[in-house]
Nanobody, 122 residues
Framework: QVQLVESGGGLVQPGGSLRLSCAASGRTSSTYAMGWFRQAPGKEREFVATISRSGGYTSYADSVKGRFTISRDNANNTVYLQMNSLRPEDTAVYYC???????????????WGQGTQVTVSS
């Protein structure tokens, strides 16, 4: 069983950058495709980005395309989300998740981390 732990969240000014990490323990994370989702207060959890097991395929939500980059380091069982040009509307709890195949659907994912807070504010 894989356990996922996110880190790297925090407070950043609009236009700033953050890099989130998702460390997987237990069974090797390269067995799984990975995704990032986010949930703002009072809103449903929404898809941010997903990456295949090899890292050769990625997909993004339109709202983050061109600003966020998902990547993975299978040797270190870690997935990253580089977030640039952050906006106040990016404020949310960010979750990483593991699944057999890349997907933009939260209900498709088998395993979830506990989340890390990202706040974009001046």
């Amino acid at each position: 069983q894989v356990q996922l732990v996110e880190s790297g969240g925090g407070l950043v000014q609009p236009g700033g950058s953050l890099r989130l990490s998702c460390a997987a323990s237990g069974r090797t994370s390269s067995t799984y495709a990975m995704g990032w989702f986010r949930q703002a207060p009072g809103k449903e959890r929404e898809f941010v980005a997903t990456i295949s097991r090899s890292g050769g395929y990625t997909s993004y939500a339109d709202s983050v395309k061109g600003r966020f980059t998902i990547s993975r380091d299978n040797a270190n069982n870690t997935v990253y989300l580089q977030m640039n040009s952050l906006r106040p509307e990016d404020t949310a709890v960010y979750y990483c998740a593991a699944n057999r195949v890349p997907s933009g659907l939260a209900r498709a994912y088998e395993l979830w981390g506990q989340g890390t807070q990202v706040t974009v504010s001046s």
